[in-house]
């Protein structure tokens, strides 16, 4: 397109004493050649109508479109007429008629268009509004290249003094664009009280293109007459690739952490991507199966901080190591230990537990997505009174907020033990994040550990009793109903006493049994249900203590190699309460 800008900057008006409101025509004759071209093509003659003091502003356009465009005009003021031919003048000395190019014309109709004979007209191309006329061209009849554009402006004159059927002013055809008279030249119109100065404040060439050539941008186009835009704001989310049931082949836009973690990874926006087939696909599909939702401008942060915002409102963190992957903090209650660490393969072991000085609550700020996005800050738990400040990212509901800081408030008061110990190769079966079971006598008198040196199964292969390398204690007194005299009684916390074997065998998981004393002899136990346990072998690691108890559930949180194959391990208690 190519836009020329004029201006009547201080208005098109008569100020003579009631004369405000006579409305005035100003005529302008434009005609255009291609560059290197010697023919100039003339386009409709355009009549611009006003009676305004004040800056008034209007447009002409050329676009380049293919197809016959229907024209139009304006009612009241602006661009009201249009003509394709405007004849020469009657009276001396005598002018050419002015015609436009044939491009602009219909078959038959009127040679002049105004808002009262649009059905009747033969103008074409052209559509002309309060402040803008825009001529249509067609790519075949004006090849897109660089034009030359003449613009002439004829004299002002009053409207009702105007007949656009002869083109007659003041009862005379007159040429607007020249003079008349031989003797004594002049134009029709006096200037006496007039204001009609006539501005071309600008011509922009303007062609439909991206203004970024680099890909991976959303742009957004605004356009705005006679504002100043101070600001914009939008809700917006990046593409990213979305499983599609057998990859992660989808470009979708979502909340979901899990594939913006992925991107972050891996994606153009990381300075120095990983391999995809460093990546634990698993951990990001368990997280995605999740539904957390992450909401969040991510800007000029690095890798690991972004990683944080993204996997923090999972209730996550990175796996970082040879591979990538994730660590999610989730409700393990129906889960098993991925390894069993008892002093048979674990060394220097030793457990804390710290006192923080915790508050009462949070006073949090969150962009609100109740409230177009903007601050708001809350206290948690309400009451709350020694807080304090927090920003949280990523999460824009209360709900989500609130759920968020409970999370952490517990995790403070539900995680203050700190168990670290050192293994040897049996370490490599576990990584940061993993659910594991401790049992030793440092923890519990009544938990014992050791090896299945032997075993014996019923008639239909089941086994049905194990012999330990480490005898067992499996005292235990009557329950409560049974019980005689309660003086009697040894131990009362052995009332109603049940036990529990846990055995980790060879490519399985932990699995737990009830057991008791058996009668075939020392360190024999009884499983009180036999049990298919494929792969047992002697030397199997286990642990015997209460039914429930036979071990301490415990989340590795740090993994450090302290030798060629040995690992210093540190953890902290599962506290199941977090997710109730």
Known sequence: EFWIDIQFGQG?????????????????????RKRGDATWRNLPELHFRAAQLGTRRATIKFAWRDGPVNTSAASSAGWVEA?????????APNTDDWVADPYFEAVSGDRWITAGNAATSRVTNLIMGDYEAEFQLDRAEFPPGAYEVELRRGYAFKDNQYVTATYAIGGQIRDPFHFEGESAERIFQTQKNLVDKLDLVRYSSVWNDTPVKRGGFAIIAIRAVDTVIE???????????????????NWVTTSNPAPHARDILIGAHNAKPRKETMLLDQDFLDLRADNFECNAIIEGQSVEDAMRIVLGTAFAQEYRAEVFGVIRDRDRSAETPVQIFTPQNMAEFEWSRGFPDLPDGFRATFADRDDNYNPRQIIHPVGASLTEQVTIEGLVTEAQVRSRLQYDLDTARLRSVFYSWSAADEAVKVRRGDLVGLATDALSGRTFTGRIADYVLD??????AVLLDNEPDMRSEPNWPDIVDLSKVADMSLIGARFGLAIRRKGMVVTTHEVTASNLGDGWLDLVTPADLPAIDSGDRCAVGPLGQEFRR???IDMRPKSLNEWNITAVPEAPHLWQ
């Open 12 to 32: 098109l008006s008569l100020t003579g004493p009631n004369e405000q409101d006579i409305l005035l025509r100003v005529p302008l004759r434009l005609r255009i």
């Open 83 to 91: 003509r394709t031919l405007s004849p020469g003048q009657a009276i």
């Open 231 to 249: 600001g914009l704001s939008a809700i917006a989310s990046g593409y990213v690739k979305d499983w599609d049931g057998t990859g992660w082949n």
């Open 459 to 464: 008639a239909d292969g089941l086994v049905e």
């Open 554 to 556: 415990v989340i590795v």
